[in-house]
């Protein structure tokens, strides 16, 4: 999907929750990936055992939040170019943490009847409000 805005989208300037950019100077990108059918429900995101220790950390409960937020997804699209250069197909049937560009991506190449979606994910804070995580 292309935003009709993207001409205008400097990669370089996005912006985190936290007021960070989303790429940093290193080329990590801090957000999230999943996969969605046609009628906007997640269907793939595997969930890890270390997001029970973020939560933990934060102070946070729940399920996952996710935001999707369709202009980061150039920077996926750069990320994805480069780690398929370097040979890094991802495996969404053994998928990893952290690696949810991969393991999302190597998802809808094997179902490509569904979305690719980027965005944030949290959790909701004890105190109240969210806390992004990823994004």
């Given amino acids: 999907m292309t935003n009709s805005n993207s001409k205008h989208i400097q990669p370089n300037k996005l912006i985190n929750s936290n007021g960070m950019l989303v790429r940093d100077e290193y080329g990590s990108l801090d957000l999230h990936c999943w996969v969605e059918d046609n009628r906007g429900d997640v269907i793939y995101d595997p969930y890890f055992t270390v997001y029970d220790d973020i939560k933990k950390h934060w102070n946070c409960e729940g399920e996952p939040i996710r935001e999707s937020m369709p202009d980061w997804k150039l920077l996926t699209d750069e990320a994805i170019a480069i780690k398929l250069e370097k040979g890094i197909k991802g495996d969404w049937d053994?998928?990893?943490?952290?690696?949810?560009?991969?393991?999302?991506?190597s998802f809808c190449q094997a179902f490509e009847e569904y979305k690719f979606v980027v965005g944030r994910l949290g959790w909701k804070k004890q105190s109240g409000g969210i806390h992004w995580e990823f994004g």
């Avoid at 053994?94 to 991506?105: A, D, H, I, R, W």
């Fill in 94 to 105: 053994n998928p990893q943490p952290f690696e949810c560009v991969m393991n999302s991506y």
